[in-house]
């Protein structure tokens, strides 16, 4: 394992990431909500090994964390509402489920129709971002198990022998995923951004559903 000190050598743990991501290995890094696990998501290989470490079903697919709007745009079909939304909450801890742009060459799982982008405020997340492009992410823990608050316990739950960011202890709540597929839209998972505050921007909402771990 590789640990770098994300807080005090930022320029460092980002030269790093990019690195690592660009050689197809997966990279543990801080986010404003929890720890997560990222690889590029048009390399098949480096995903599959994130769906390894993490011991999880290949029909559960991970979201991408994109820079801004426009950088979503290239991954999913962005809607009108898609656009008020990404206007209210990003950069922030809100995760939303659009139809996939026809062009885009994503490998999430086993195989869907639909992409959860997510904006992360959060600013070396970005600096990465702003460097490969978008990154499939997932939260840092074996699935089904409560994920880790810091980056040497993640690192561990994943099995190690990974380029570990170190932000300090993340402890934030995990992104409200939205899905926009389905009319009225539905949230899939409660987080941080909460079904009135979605509601507030005018978004129309039917029963929650099912829960998802993106």
């Keep these: 394992m590789t640990l770098v000190d994300a807080t005090a050598h930022p320029e460092a743990a ?6 690592a991501l660009r050689k197809g290995r997966p990279v543990v890094l801080p986010t404003e909500t929890v720890y ?7 390399d098949p290989s480096a995903v599959e090994e994130l769906f390894e470490r993490k011991g999880r079903a290949g029909e559960r697919l991970v979201a991408v964390l994109v820079a801004d709007l426009e950088a979503a745009r290239c991954i999913a079909v962005v809607d009108a509402m898609f656009e008020v939304l990404a206007a209210a909450f990003w950069p922030g801890p809100l995760t ?25 405020d959060h600013d070396l997340v970005g600096a990465i971002l702003a460097e490969v492009g978008p990154m499939a992410t997932t939260s840092a823990n074996r699935s089904g198990q409560p994920t880790p608050t810091t980056a040497m316990e993640a690192a561990d739950a994943l099995g190690g022998d990974l380029l570990v960011l170190d932000g300090g202890r993340c402890e934030g709540s995990p992104s409200t995923v939205v899905d926009l597929t389905t009319d009225p839209a539905r949230v899939l998972r409660p ?16 029963p929650d559903g099912a829960g998802a771990d993106r």
């Design 96 to 120: 939303i489920v659009a139809r996939r742009h026809p062009e885009a060459d994503l490998h999430l799982g086993d195989g869907s129709s639909t992409v959860g982008v997510r904006c992360p």
């Design 14 to 19: 980002v030269a790093a990431a990019v690195t």
């Design 36 to 42: 997560g696990v990222a690889a590029l998501p048009g």
């Design 191 to 206: 987080g941080a951004v909460t079904r009135e505050a979605l509601l507030g921007v005018g978004l129309e909402l039917g």
